[in-house]
């Protein structure tokens, strides 16, 4: 079994007043925003950088399991 690799691939999120939190982009599927652990500030995860970032990781992790897939591994993903 492997892990999908939307639960191993994380970004560097931060948020406007500075608070740093590292995630996985399996966390942000489907969600627009983040919202700090500290002090509650939203970032919009559209803009950039985070915008462009993620599309990337989520393009390359869906080719990387698909592939994991094509190998006959089953992909195992977090909640």
């Given amino acids: 079994m492997a892990i ?3 639960d191993q691939y ?3 999120i931060t948020c406007q007043r500075g ?3 590292e ?7 489907g969600i627009d925003t983040a919202i700090c652990s500290r002090c509650g500030a939203v970032t ?4 950039e950088p985070y915008g462009t970032t993620i599309r990337e990781l989520r393009e390359l992790a ?3 399991d698909k592939q994991a897939r094509e190998r006959g591994e089953i992909i195992e993903h977090f909640d």
């Fill in 4 to 6: 999908s690799r939307f």
């Fill in 10 to 12: 994380t970004f560097k």
């Fill in 19 to 21: 608070h740093v939190s």
């Fill in 23 to 29: 995630e996985t982009i399996g966390r942000f599927e």
């Fill in 44 to 47: 919009d995860l559209r803009d």
């Fill in 62 to 64: 869906t080719v990387l």
